[in-house]
């Protein structure tokens, strides 16, 4: 079964501080990974798409990687500020497209001032 | 890029009751996607929405309890139908733009009482 998971589940920094996110999957033959960010309530914002045949992506203070291998991405944020705070979650493809995406349960981030 | 609009943003209904849910993109595109996003859950995907075909559920939810509708290639429909408090959720459309990226809009928040 293709399944994904995020750990940790709810996370409490300080602010300035440099984190990371983890999210693992079953099954090395998908076809992208996707990280969106989730404010309460809301929909989902998305923040880097990684093809399988990438290693990392890059925008601005986020930097998420993907070792397909091992079956893990990790999520960067770098200098984290309070506006930060938000669920993020782990999307996976299997298939061609972006349909059918899988998603972990998230990390809820809090960022405090 | 692709943008989103999902009417209502939420809603409290009776049970019993069904619900329309409608998905606005600012482009044409060929699949739309319908997630739902219980309470403290992350998403799953309901179904997939062709233009000029009937959608393609996932395990678990029925036509008869969730009918959509693609008119068009630029909007859909997901109708909850014969409501139950176990209903609420959120439920979220999405698109794939092209470019192999997953757009989502905002949501609708769905109480059931």
């Known amino acids: 079964k293709q399944e994904v998971t995020q750990i940790p589940a709810a996370l409490s920094v300080p602010e300035g501080e440099n984190l990371v996110l983890n999210c693992s999957f079953t099954?090395?033959?998908?076809?992208?990974l996707q990280w969106f960010r989730q404010d309460p309530g809301k929909g989902l914002t998305s923040l880097l798409l990684?093809?399988?045949s990438q290693r990392e992506q890059t925008s601005g203070r986020l930097n998420a990687s993907l070792d397909k291998s091992s079956g893990r991405s990790t999520l960067y944020i770098a200098a984290s500020q309070p506006g930060d705070s938000a669920t993020y979650l782990c999307a996976v493809s299997w298939g061609g497209g972006s349909e059918k995406l899988v998603f972990g349960k998230g990390t809820k981030l809090t960022v405090n001032p | 890029s692709a943008v989103i609009s999902q009417k209502p943003s939420r809603d409290i209904c009776q049970r019993g009751t069904s619900l329309t849910i409608q998905c606005q993109v600012d482009s044409q595109v060929t699949m739309m996607f319908w997630y739902r996003q219980q309470p403290g859950q992350s998403l799953t995907l309901i179904a997939t929405?062709?233009?000029?075909?009937?959608?393609?559920?996932e395990s678990g939810f029925v036509i008869d309890k969730f009918p959509i509708s693609r008119p068009n290639l630029t909007f859909s429909t997901l109708t909850v139908s014969n409501m139950s408090p176990e209903d609420s959720s959120i439920y979220l459309c999405?698109?794939?733009?092209?470019?192999?990226?997953?757009?989502f809009g905002q949501g609708t928040r769905l109480t059931v009482v």
């Open positions: 999405s698109v794939d733009s092209g470019s192999r990226e997953a757009f």
């Open positions: 929405a062709n233009q000029g075909s009937e959608a393609t559920y």
């Open positions: 099954d090395s033959a998908i076809y992208n």
């Open positions: 990684i093809q399988s």
